[in-house]
């Protein structure tokens, strides 16, 4: 007997592609929403994924790509128009008779919000219970990732330096990897996870001096972190060419931050899973090739 259909925005994307090893691994009929038919769907279909080509700010293909669906994942990129991405995929989802949505949101969102990308995702989610498809929100805290994206990596790579405008603020960064898992055990039994919401932490609250710390023990390089102010860290950005929306949300967040906004931590990865969530040390040595400083 064939296992429900489950689709998946982002299936080439980080935590999304995440989720298919896992569903796959679960043996899980899986359908991935892709922007085109090219080699890297021609390898998810050598996976025996179903590829449906289109995009979600054009609801044909995804109402198209909904059919037969009985559970999806939906995740949209730091970029505007999450608002019409939403609505047009929870419309879709609805037409489709589809039982359950899991929908990446975010730690930060809130109606109130500094960043526009943050309260945008509030939004969304307002949008998912609207539609009256039973739906499960993830709001995962600042990844462990943030480590290798641009505005990081060179830093550490090249100055043995972790610069960032934490200021003394603490989070538990939660790795794409175990959000992945959050979202493929959800999606394969979707019934006990409608209209909850949950919050995604890694195992421990830090400060990013304390992670520079776990990172130097784990890669065996000694790894500064140096506070960086708001209006720097907003100049840096834009000179690696990030766009504004970008920058706006980074440079919230991060003062969201420096006010321990984003403090806290629990067990819920664990408790969704049954394995208890890497640690930033974990990480940094999964990662030890990419974060190792380059010798002068």
Not at 33 to 59: K, Q, S
Not at 121 to 129: A, K, L, M
Not at 220 to 240: M, S
Request: contains cysteine; proline residues 6%.
């Amino acid at each position: 007997m064939t296992s429900p259909l489950i689709l998946l925005a982002g299936a080439t994307g980080a935590t999304g592609g995440v989720a298919l090893n896992q569903l796959l691994a679960m043996g899980a009929n899986v359908r991935a929403l892709v922007h085109a038919d090219d080699e890297r769907a021609a390898t998810l279909r050598r996976r025996g994924v179903d590829i449906a080509v289109g995009d979600l700010e054009d609801f044909s293909s995804v109402r198209a790509a909904m059919e037969g669906v009985r559970s999806c994942y939906f995740v949209y990129p730091l970029a505007p128009h999450i608002l019409k991405a939403t609505t047009y995929f929870a419309e879709a989802a609805k037409e489709a008779g589809v039982r359950a949505i899991v929908n990446m949101s975010q730690r930060t969102a809130r109606i109130d919000s500094a960043s526009h990308d943050a309260q945008d995702h509030w939004f969304s989610e307002r949008v998912f219970d609207w539609s009256g498809v039973p739906v499960t929100h993830l709001r995962p805290v600042l990844f462990m990732e943030w480590l290798l994206y641009p505005f990081q990596l060179p830093m550490i790579v090249d100055h043995a330096t972790m610069l960032l405008p934490g200021g003394n603020g603490r989070h538990a960064p939660v790795a794409v990897y175990d959000q992945g898992r959050v979202i493929a055990t959800i999606l394969m039994d979707p019934s006990p996870h409608a209209g909850k919401t949950y919050q995604l932490y890694g195992p421990e609250e830090m400060t990013y001096a304390e992670i520079a710390g776990a990172v130097s023990e784990a890669i065996g390089i000694d790894i500064q972190y140096v506070p960086e102010a708001l209006d720097a860290f907003r100049t840096r950005l834009a000179k690696i060419g990030l766009p504004s929306f970008v920058i706006q949300h980074l440079s919230a967040v991060f003062e969201e931050f420096q006010q321990n906004m984003l403090n806290g931590t629990n067990d819920m990865v664990e408790t969704l899973t049954g394995i208890a969530p890497m640690s930033i040390g974990d990480f940094a040595k999964q990662h030890i090739a990419q974060l190792r400083p380059t010798p002068h």
